[in-house]
């Protein structure tokens, strides 16, 4: 039984958090909490948030199941870019140049090992 978290619009580029992203899928949940423990970057505590959700998410649904037991891993995790901000910043001689505020959108599915050879 699988359970989905979702975070929209977080303010960050997606291409920086998909390098955190890559290092915990197909991961084993407790592995993945610790891969993220220790990442130095800006994304590391955010994805790390939203996997705890996803994993109170599948505790819901499960309540008759023990988590330890489960053997939950990280299915899928998906960065998809959000909206941007589009802002104006001074340049030389009148101009103007465009900065693009980038947003994300983070969605992690998590399950049990038990389903994915199903």
């Keep these: 039984m699988e359970a989905v978290a979702k975070l929209k619009d977080f ?4 291409r920086k958090a998909r390098l955190v992203a890559d290092l915990i899928r197909g ?6 909490l610790g891969i993220l423990s220790y990442q130095p970057q800006q994304a590391a505590p955010v994805i790390k948030k939203v ?10 649904r499960n309540e ?9 891993y990280v299915k ?3 960065i998809d870019g959000g909206r941007v901000l589009k802002r104006l910043r001074p340049a030389p001689q009148g101009r103007a140049y465009r900065v693009r505020k980038r ?3 983070i969605t ?3 399950d049990t090992l038990e389903n994915q050879s199903a």
């Design 11 to 14: 303010p960050t580029s997606p």
């Design 64 to 72: 008759d199941a023990r988590i330890e037991d489960a053997d939950l």
């Design 27 to 32: 991961k084993k949940v407790n592995q993945a």
């Design 76 to 78: 899928t995790i998906m």
């Design 51 to 60: 996997l705890l959700s996803a994993i109170a998410n599948w505790q819901n």
């Design 108 to 110: 992690i599915v998590v």
């Design 103 to 105: 947003s994300q959108h």
